[in-house]
């Protein structure tokens, strides 16, 4: 037998001739690559070194890439309470919770004495402040109008009374006119009878 036709290795027997193999191998598919999903705890797990289930019900407001929100509120309020108050409302109400906790947190710890309430009573006073500014330029635009009102209501009386002063003034100029003018066209015919208007060049 032709060592180039068949060998024989331990209990396989292998030909090479193409011919020997009556079904053909399957061609070769690569694998897919499967999407492997890693879920990174929320910011409060990671501090607290705890698993982060998937229902957390810190997860959703402190994430993971902000750490110092949740340090802020943990360390005024402790963390136990944080989540308490977060299990006790309503999911819609929940990240308002958060941001008035976290705010109340940093006034409390930039203000060790009157935390937010110095906030708010700066706010109060301001507002009391605009409130008085308010009142006062009602007061002023009040005052200008009632000046602009008196100031037209003389301005229509003098008008008034200098219509009425000028009328019998203006009658009697032309009553008192009236005899100058006739004895200036009596003049008038005169020199037109005697020739003397046309005794002057033209």
Known sequence: MDSSDTTTTGFHHV???????PISSPPYLPATPTTVVIHSPCA????????CADNCVLAPYFPPTEPLKFTT???????????????????????????SMVYEAKARIRDPVYGCTAAVCQLQKQVDELQAQLARAKAELTNLQAQHGNLLALICMEMARTQQDCAPQFVSGALAASPCMFQSDADFVDEISQGLVWDEPL
């Open 15 to 21: 030909s090479s001739s193409p011919s020997s193999s």
């Open 44 to 51: 409060a797990c990671k501090i607290l070194r705890r698993r």
């Open 73 to 99: 509120a943990h360390r005024v309020f402790g963390a136990s309470n944080v989540i308490k108050l977060l299990q006790d409302l309503p999911e819609n109400q929940r990240a308002d919770a958060v941001s």
